[in-house]
């Protein structure tokens, strides 16, 4: 790993998350914005793992280098999605996207290495829809727990749906979180198990943000604790297991070293 790499995976490791800018430029993503719209024309009936579009960009030359750049040993957790729901004001919270929730509790905490990534690729601008990415630095270590900032997230957390609170609630987001500002074509990487939410900085009627997400982890116990999760207890496994051409999916990822096989039952 070159020096360069080697401060970027510190920085990661240190705070939880890493920005990279202005990585994908409109010629890279002009596909995925079609697949955007056929998502909303198909609503459930869309499957990101069969759209031609969803899997090039997953296995793209770009993704994949930056991320071997990073981990010389990475796997996509089987967990794609397009996000685009819309993002209410008063109710959106912090989260982490691992299973155990909370700290210290689960499987997940038995070391405090967690390696299992979330990765993001905005298609929209957090300045054109009012809505940014908000990441609690430091908060996917077990040492979180018993921090002061952990405890204004909590009451964060207890004050949703509050609309009295609004004005406190945006203070104590402020205070405990760094705020992400994107542009279209940045990616943020973060460890699953670090607190974030989408946060309305505008409320601008209408505007969603657009993204692109993605999970990899490395091998190891929280890779396999993942995969049973997302699959079994989050269900996504009809949805990788049913389609016919699902081959399309697994052997680009396989061509790219990234795939790990999928637990078609539940493991642990
Ligand atoms: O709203 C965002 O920008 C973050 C989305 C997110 O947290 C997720 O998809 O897990
Ligand atoms: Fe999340």
């Known amino acids: 790993m070159d020096n360069n790499n080697k401060i970027e995976k ?3 490791n240190e705070k939880g998350f890493i920005y990279f800018g202005n990585l994908f430029n409109e010629d890279d993503l002009k596909d995925i914005e079609k697949s955007f719209l056929l998502k909303e024309e198909e609503k459930q009936d869309y499957n990101e793992y069969v759209d031609l ?3 090039n960009l997953l296995t793209s030359e770009k993704l994949v280098k930056k991320l ?3 981990f010389p040993k990475i796997f996509h957790m089987h967990d794609v999605n397009l996000l685009d729901t819309p993002l209410l004001e008063n109710t959106y919270t912090f989260h982490r996207d691992n299973r155990d929730r909370r700290t210290g509790k689960g499987p997940d905490w038995i070391n405090d290495n967690y390696n299992v990534y979330t990765l993001i690729v ?3 601008d957090s300045k054109s829809t009012g809505i940014s990415l ?3 630095p430091k908060s996917h270590r077990t040492s979180y727990q018993k921090t002061l900032s952990n405890f204004i997230r909590s009451i964060f957390s207890a004050s949703r749906n509050l609309n009295l609170f609004n004005f406190f609630r945006k203070k104590m987001e402020s205070f405990i979180s760094e705020n992400i ?3 279209k074509g940045d990616m943020v990487i973060f460890h699953a198990n670090v607190y974030h939410t989408g946060s309305i900085n505008k409320f601008i009627k209408g ?3 657009k993204a692109f997400v993605a999970r990899f982890g490395e091998p190891g116990v929280h890779m396999s604790n993942y995969l049973n999760y997302i699959l079994h207890e989050r269900k996504l496994i009809d949805k990788i297991t049913k389609p016919k ?3 399309q999916y697994i052997n680009a990822l396989k061509k790219k070293n990234i795939y790990t096989e999928i637990p078609v039952n539940k493991t642990v």
């Open 181 to 183: 500002e994107y542009k």
């Open 10 to 12: 510190n920085e990661l």
């Open 207 to 209: 505007t969603r943000r």
């Open 134 to 136: 908000r990441i609690i």
């Open 53 to 55: 579009d969803v899997i």
């Open 68 to 70: 071997n750049k990073l």
């Open 245 to 247: 051409n699902i081959d």
């Open 122 to 124: 905005y298609l929209t």
